[in-house]
């Protein structure tokens, strides 16, 4: 199979397993911080989308590090008169203990392939119209006059969350006050706020809400993980963490913006209210900016509120630091498990035959292998001993033994194999042959 649908397919395999462990580490984690601030389980969602894209992308790196050094190491070794080469160093960790080797067809590899590409052009075309659809109503916006109570709101929110002045448009194509933009975001409200006659709770809830969303940078960092969640849209699981990372998104900022008001109840009763005053007209989310209902959770939103958090700044560090410890350190472990493919038929048929090592013109090493499904199978005949002349393997003896294939690995034009007594498999051998485009080389590792 081609080196990109090889990659691709060890991407997919390994995201499967891991960024399902991942999902499961991470609800126990927002368990803990159940009764914490919602910052703090945010970040706990965003270091899990992180770990879903790195994880499987570590080991796909790792394993075509592993690959690389086989070449290098290949190319390093001097060739001998004989066909029997030697390499001193040898390839170090040729087969990694906690890798297990999979077969997977070259049709169903080549599959994997175009139906990620064509969910990546998806994802990322849905999210390219999201932008444009965000920035078309950013054009549409237009200034009008600011009503005084609206401006002495908006003044009262900056100062508080020590905001340089933000630009409030009026637009059409929003239902709810939005935030749009990260180098120089604008506020948008619906033309019912230049309208109506919202209380003063109602305008410090919704603006100091939106306010809160650019004291957090939230535009910028919310546009790197849906970029994050495109790259891993092929698992379920990654919804459900962009769905998380939204929702605690709301709850943070509500806890932010809830200090503006004298009370919770207060602040839930003006969030009620705005809906009320908007459901008729709905909410569109075909637009990419950050809106005062977007997660959908008003209600969640509301119990969290009214809710108070525990706020003890002993319990709060260590619960956070354990939340932390425990994604990274099962990210980390998991990385460590990983699946590798196993060469496919046409790889090792190449390698299939009866191969002969000569010292001077007389036969002394002969390796009968034979395909077998998706592996290796195979005899090797050779001296008791094989001494090392000045880099060269020579019989030392002879007496032969009978050795069988217990494992086998195919890089290319190489391959691995394992070799063991036929008798006693407990203390396996390692070799390394490669195919040159001439004599058939042998190395010893």
Avoid at 16 to 38: F, K
Avoid at 102 to 124: N, R
Avoid at 402 to 424: F, P, Q, S
Wanted: include cysteine; charge should be neutral.
């Amino acid at each position: 199979m081609s080196d990109i649908s090889q990659w691709v397919t060890l991407f997919l395999l390994n995201g499967i397993w891991q960024i399902t462990a991942i999902t499961l580490l991470a609800l126990g984690s927002a368990t803990l911080l159940r009764r914490m601030p919602a910052r703090f389980a945010h970040r706990m969602w965003v270091l899990a989308m992180a770990a879903c894209l790195m994880i499987p992308l570590a080991t796909v790196l790792i394993q075509k590090g592993a690959a690389r050094d086989i070449d290098a190491r290949h190319k390093q070794a001097s060739p001998l008169v004989e066909p029997l080469n030697s390499t001193p160093t040898g390839f170090t960790r040729p087969f990694r203990a906690l890798s297990h080797s999979i077969s997977v067809p070259p049709v169903l590899s080549q599959a994997l392939l175009w139906a990620f590409a064509v969910l990546l052009f998806y994802e990322t075309a849905r999210l390219l119209w999201m932008l444009g659809r965000t920035s078309f109503i950013r054009r549409r916006a237009y200034e009008c006059e600011i009503p005084a109570r609206v401006a002495a709101v908006a003044g009262r929110c900056l100062q508080a969350f020590a905001l340089r002045a933000v630009p409030i448009l009026c637009s059409a194509d929003v239902p709810v006050p939005a935030t749009i933009g990260f180098r120089r975001p604008v506020l948008l409200l619906p033309e019912t706020f230049f309208t109506n006659e919202f209380s003063e709770d109602d305008l410090l809830s919704a603006l100091s809400h939106e306010f809160a969303h650019i004291r957090r940078s939230d535009f910028i960092l919310n546009l790197f993980y849906e970029f994050a969640h495109v790259a891993v849209c092929f698992h379920p699981f990654t919804a459900f963490i962009k769905s998380r990372i939204a929702h605690t998104r709301e709850l943070a900022c509500d806890e932010m913006a809830v200090g503006m008001l004298s009370s919770g109840s207060r602040y839930a009763s003006s969030l009620l209210h705005i809906a009320q005053s908007v459901c008729s007209a709905g909410q569109s989310h075909s637009t990419y900016a950050l809106g005062l209902f977007d997660s959908d959770t008003l209600e969640e939103r509301i119990v969290n509120i009214l809710n108070e958090t525990n706020e003890n700044r002993r319990w709060r560090r260590s619960l956070r630091l354990l939340a932390v410890f425990l994604v990274g350190m099962a990210a980390l472990g998991i990385s460590a498990f990983s699946l590798k493919l196993s060469a496919d038929n046409a790889d090792l048929q190449q390698f299939a035959g009866t191969w002969e090592c000569k010292y001077k013109g007389k036969t002394f090493f002969t390796l009968k292998m034979a395909v077998q499904g998706a592996t290796i199978t195979g005899t090797a005949v050779h001296p008791d001993r094989l001494t090392d002349v000045d880099g060269e393997l020579i019989p030392g003896s002879d007496e032969n033994s009978t050795d069988k294939i217990v494992e086998a690995h195919a890089a290319g034009r190489r391959l691995l194999l394992k070799l063991a007594h036929a008798n006693d498999a407990s203390a396996p051998w390692p070799l390394q042959f490669s195919l040159n485009g001439g004599p058939f080389s042998m190395d010893s590792l």
